[in-house]
C-alpha cells in the first residue's frame, strides 16, 4: 500500500513553495473550523439529550430518540456500504493515496451521524467522525486544487488540525496524523502535521473553551516498572479479545447479506440503549464517563464487575461493526481505564494510576497507536512523570496485541486492486 502510494506521489506534478504552502494552511484552517464546529455541534445534541432524558425519563427519551437515531444511522450506511468497504482507516488511506472518489456528501453524512450518535450518549467516540470530516475536506479542496495541493500532506494537515481544534492538544495531533497514516519518516509530512496543529490550537482557541482533556485536572502517583507491565500484558490481551469479538461481528453480517440496513442499525442501537440504561444514565457522553472513571469515580453494579467492565467494548464493538457511524477512540479509551482501574485497585495500586496506564495501554493495543497513546496521556497530565510507565505499559499491550492477532481493530490496509473494485461499483 504505501509503495504504491509513494510511485503515486512520484508520477503526479504539483507544486512546490509558497503557493503550495499557502494551500495546505487553507486546507488546516478550513478543516479546524470544520470540527470546531462539529464540537459544537456535539455540545448542542448533549444538552439537548440530557435536558429531554431529564424531563421525559430515560427510558422514555431512549426509544424516542433511539428510533431517530435507527433512521439516520441506516440512511448514512446506505451511503458508506460501497465506498468505505474495510473501515475508517480505508478512507483516510484512500483519500491520502489519491485514487479514491470521495462524494462530500457521504462524508459530511456520516461525520454528522457521528457527532448526533457522540452527543446522544452513544457507545462511540467523536475522534472517528472528526478524522472523517477532516479527510472529507482535504479531498473537497484537492480536487479543486490539484496542482498545488498533494493528497498526502493535504490530508495530514487536515486530521492533525480537526483533531486539535476539537480537543485543543497539539502535540497528540501531529503524533496521531502521521502514526495513523505511517508518515513519520517524512520531513514535509512533519512539516504538515505541524501547520495543522498550529491552525487548530488557534480555531479552538478562538471558538472552543478549555474543557477538553487537558482541563480535567486527572491526578497522577507514581507506579511501579513492573505494576506497568503487568497492566500492559493484560490489556494486550484484552485489546486482542476485543478484535477478535470485532472480527466475529463483522463475520456474522458478511454471512447474512440480506439483513437490511434499519435491522442492522436498531440492533445496535437496542444494545446500545439497553445496556446503559441498565449500567449508566444514558444521556452522559462517553468522554464524561471516561472523565469519572480517571477521577476515581468509576460506577458500581449489581450485575458484576466483569460485565461492567465488559460493557464499553462489547457496546463498541456492536455499533461500530454495525455501520453505526462514529469512532473507535473514546469507548476504547473508556474500557481501558475501566480494567486498568478495576486491575489497579485489585493489586494496591492508585485506581487513578491505574486508569490511566489502561487507557494508553488500550490505545496500543487495540489501535495499534503506541507513540500516539504516550503522547496522549502526558499532553493530558501536563507532566512528564507518567512518561516511563506509560511506555512501559504501551509496548507491553502493543507486543502481546500482536502476538495474539495480528491486525489491530482497525484492520490490515486493502490491497488497491480491492479498492479499484469497490469503486467500481459504487
Same mark, same amino acid.
Given at each position: ?32 473550523? !470544520? ?66 472518489? $470521495? ?69 497528540? !495531533? ?66 486482542? =479479545?476485543?478484535? $477478535? ?7 456474522? $453480517? ?20 439497553? !445496556? ?49 457511524? =462514529? ?100
Amino acid at each position: 500500500m504505501h509503495r504504491r502510494c509513494s510511485e503515486h506521489h512520484q508520477g503526479s506534478s504539483v507544486s512546490t513553495g509558497a503557493g503550495a504552502m499557502a494551500a495546505l494552511a487553507s486546507v488546516a484552517i478550513v478543516a479546524a473550523f !470544520a470540527a470546531a464546529a462539529l464540537q459544537l455541534l456535539i455540545v448542542g445534541v448533549t444538552g439537548a439529550a440530557g435536558f429531554m432524558a431529564a424531563t421525559l425519563g430515560a427510558s422514555t427519551w431512549a426509544v424516542v430518540f433511539g428510533m431517530v437515531l435507527v433512521v439516520g444511522n441506516a440512511w448514512t450506511l446506505q451511503l458508506l456500504r460501497a465506498q468505505t468497504p474495510y473501515g475508517l482507516v480505508t478512507f483516510v488511506e484512500q483519500a491520502r493515496c489519491g485514487f479514491s472518489h $470521495w462524494q462530500v456528501k457521504t462524508g459530511f453524512c456520516s461525520a454528522l451521524m457521528g457527532a448526533l450518535n457522540f452527543g446522544a450518549g452513544l457507545g462511540v467516540g467523536k475522534e472517528g467522525p472528526a478524522i472523517v470530516l477532516a479527510t472529507t475536506v482535504s479531498v473537497w479542496i484537492r480536487t479543486r486544487t490539484p496542482w498545488l495541493l498533494d493528497h498526502r500532506l493535504a490530508t495530514i494537515a487536515a486530521v492533525s488540525a480537526a483533531v486539535s481544534a476539537m480537543f485543543g492538544m497539539p502535540f497528540s !495531533a501531529i503524533v496521531l496524523a502521521l502514526e495513523l497514516l505511517r508518515a513519520f519518516p517524512s520531513r514535509s509530512s512533519a512539516v504538515a502535521a505541524l501547520l495543522g496543529s498550529a491552525a487548530g490550537v488557534l480555531v479552538h482557541a478562538l471558538l472552543l473553551d478549555s474543557t477538553g482533556p487537558t482541563g480535567w485536572g486527572v491526578a497522577y502517583s507514581p507506579v511501579l516498572p513492573g505494576q506497568a507491565f503487568l497492566t500492559g500484558v493484560m490489556l494486550g490481551v484484552v485489546s486482542a =479479545g476485543f478484535t $477478535w469479538m470485532c472480527t466475529a461481528i463483522t463475520l456474522v $453480517w458478511n454471512t447474512t447479506p440480506r439483513v437490511r440496513s434499519p435491522a442492522r442499525a436498531a440492533l445496535a442501537i437496542g444494545v446500545n440503549v439497553a !445496556a446503559w440504561i441498565a449500567f449508566w444514565p444514558l444521556s452522559a457522553p462517553i468522554d464524561t464517563r471516561l472523565h469519572h472513571v480517571l477521577m476515581g469515580n468509576a460506577p458500581s453494579t449489581a450485575q458484576g464487575e466483569l460485565l461492567l467492565l465488559a460493557a464499553p467494548l462489547l457496546i463498541a464493538a456492536v455499533c461500530l461493526r454495525s455501520s453505526v457511524a =462514529g469512532g473507535y477512540f473514546s469507548p476504547v479509551m473508556l474500557g481501558g481505564a475501566m480494567a486498568g482501574a478495576f486491575f489497579a485497585v485489585e493489586t494496591g495500586a492508585p485506581a487513578e494510576s491505574g486508569a490511566l496506564l489502561g487507557m494508553g495501554a488500550a490505545v496500543a493495543g487495540v489501535l495499534r497507536l503506541p507513540i500516539y497513546a504516550v503522547v496522549f496521556v502526558v499532553e493530558m497530565i501536563g507532566s512528564l512523570q507518567p512518561t516511563v510507565p506509560m511506555s512501559i505499559a504501551c509496548l507491553a499491550s502493543w507486543l502481546s496485541a500482536r502476538c495474539l492477532h495480528s491486525a489491530g481493530v482497525l484492520g490490515h490496509r486493502p490491497k488497491r486492486s480491492a479498492i479499484t473494485t469497490a469503486e467500481k461499483t459504487t
